[in-house]
């Protein structure tokens, strides 16, 4: 088994100020992309050494509205939301072609976007709390 990890990240806003004058004196990346790469970290993943056990990172960002920072923290959580959207928009045409020539005949970029499609209702939209597969 292993480990459901929820972390909460408390004071987002002061982190990033160090991030920024931090990368600024050493000219260095931007502090946006470091910010990116952390929240994109979340995942579910199998254990090294024995794929049976499974386990997960989810990270809740703690943000002050009043604070810059927080347009930053939005948009590069929105960005996952508009891309699900998408995606869930293509399924239209997707299963209409399917019905004419099967999944077969696809193309892999179409295979592999209805896998994602599948997914993204399967394992995202439909998440319950109280399910015990889902907690």
Same mark, same amino acid.
């Given at each position: 088994m292993g480990y459901y990890v929820p972390m909460k990240v408390d004071s987002t806003s002061s982190?990033?100020?160090?991030?920024?004058?931090?990368f600024g004196r050493l000219a260095e990346t931007s502090a946006d992309t470091?910010?990116?790469?952390?929240?994109?970290?979340?995942? !579910?993943?199998?254990?090294?050494g024995n794929p049976e056990r499974e386990g997960s990172l989810s990270i809740?960002?703690?943000? /002050? $509205?009043?604070?810059?920072?927080?347009?930053?923290?939005?948009s590069i959580?929105?960005?996952?939301f508009q891309v699900c959207k998408e995606i869930l928009q293509e399924e239209?045409?997707?299963?209409?072609i399917v019905q004419l020539v099967? !999944?077969?005949?696809?193309a892999e970029t179409d295979k592999?976007?209805?896998?994602?499609?599948?997914?993204?209702?399967? /394992? $995202?939209?439909?998440?319950?709390?109280?399910?015990?597969?889902d907690k």
């Open positions: 982190w990033f100020e160090v991030l920024r004058e931090i470091r910010l990116a790469s952390f929240y994109e970290r979340t995942a !579910r993943v199998r254990c090294l809740v960002g703690a943000i /002050d $509205f009043a604070d810059p920072v927080t347009a930053a923290t939005l959580e929105r960005k996952h239209g045409d997707l299963s209409d099967g !999944r077969a005949s696809l592999i976007t209805l896998e994602v499609l599948r997914m993204i209702k399967d /394992d $995202f939209i439909q998440e319950n709390g109280y399910s015990s597969y």
